[in-house]
């Protein structure tokens, strides 16, 4: 490999390293007393991670789970837990509505109810379809936005039935319809119904040879199913975007009007194909980081959006 290859691929690595520390301490001096101590305890240290607070409290964080959890608690006040439903209502930064979701250390709940990322998505009156919808938050925000109809699709057995149960709390049943499929290349697959999924577990790697049988189905067939020219599509699947994209033909690709992704292994060829299909393509640069969920490999991975023109 040519030197200068390697250069810029090291040079790439430490300066979004080194972006993804800045942005982490920004976000945890609001939390923490002492955020650099605590992020190199985290870094090069097994949990439980003692942690001193900004308002002079200890906390023992068990893991990071935990953490992304008692931070979102302490940075948003108007937020608590239901002890009836097991659930944390999450009131809104745009209207000042309440979402009800359980299990809140899974999803994204922060690019959907705290950033709202997916504003950029016009859904009001679409047909939405939402590519790992984990446990209904983004489908969920779909619906509060005035979508006409989002199908999700949730490989995982585990996040599925969240998702079903966030979506009928938050009395969505009629709108959000939740597939307990996974997208990209069209075949089958078998999980493991009893594994607890997360927002960056991969489904090549948690198969079981006598788990729960899942099918996976291609855009094509999602989208002939759907019978709509004019679809919304989000996709965040940890990875199937290659499979799902790349060998999907501009014809199906062009039944959507809008889509936003986040990638998770650089975004050229993607972007390449979105843009020879005859879409307007905006990305992020990469961000280096290893996968929390243990089967995760070292990701280079960011956002992109497309209209199609």
């Keep these: 490999m040519p030197k200068n290859v390697l250069e810029n691929a090291y040079s790439l ?15 945890n001096r609001k939390f923490l007393k002492y955020p650099l101590l605590s992020m190199i305890k985290m870094a090069f240290f097994k949990a439980p991670w003692n942690m001193r607070l900004k308002d002079g409290s200890q906390k023992s964080i068990k893991d990071y789970n935990e953490f992304f959890r008692e931070r979102f608690k302490y940075l948003h006040k108007d937020s608590y ?109 078998s999980i493991d119904p009893n594994f607890i999924s997360t927002n960056s577990s991969k489904l090549l790697a948690h198969t079981s040879p006598n788990g729960l049988k899942v099918r996976v189905k291609s855009l094509n067939e999602i989208v002939e199913k759907i019978g709509s020219s004019t679809i919304v599509m989000k996709m965040d699947c940890e990875g199937c975007e290659y499979d799902a994209i790349l060998k999907e033909s501009c014809e199906t690709l062009r039944r959507f009007s809008y889509i936003q992704m986040e990638y998770h292994h650089g975004y050229l060829n993607i972007k390449r194909k979105l843009e020879q299909c005859g879409f307007k393509v905006e990305y992020t640069k990469p961000i280096y980081m290893k996968g929390r969920d243990t089967s995760s490999s070292v990701l280079l991975y960011g956002y992109i959006k497309a209209a199609r023109v």
């Design 81 to 189: 837990l239901d002890d009836a439903s097991g659930s944390y209502i999450i009131k809104r930064n745009k209207d000042g509505k309440l979402v009800k979701l359980k299990l809140l250390n899974n999803g994204d709940i922060f690019r959907a109810f705290v950033n709202e990322d997916y504003s950029w998505l016009p859904v009001n009156g679409q047909i939405v379809l939402d590519v790992g919808c984990s446990i209904g938050d983004s489908s969920i925000f779909s619906a509060m936005e005035g979508a006409e109809k989002v199908y999700a699709y949730e490989p995982f057995p585990y996040s599925f039935q969240m998702a079903k149960y966030n979506v009928e709390q938050n009395g969505y049943g009629n709108v959000i319809e939740i597939i307990n499929e996974g997208v990209g290349k069209s075949g089958e697959i």
């Design 13 to 27: 690595i430490i300066s979004s390293a080194v972006k993804r520390v800045v942005a982490g301490f920004r976000d």
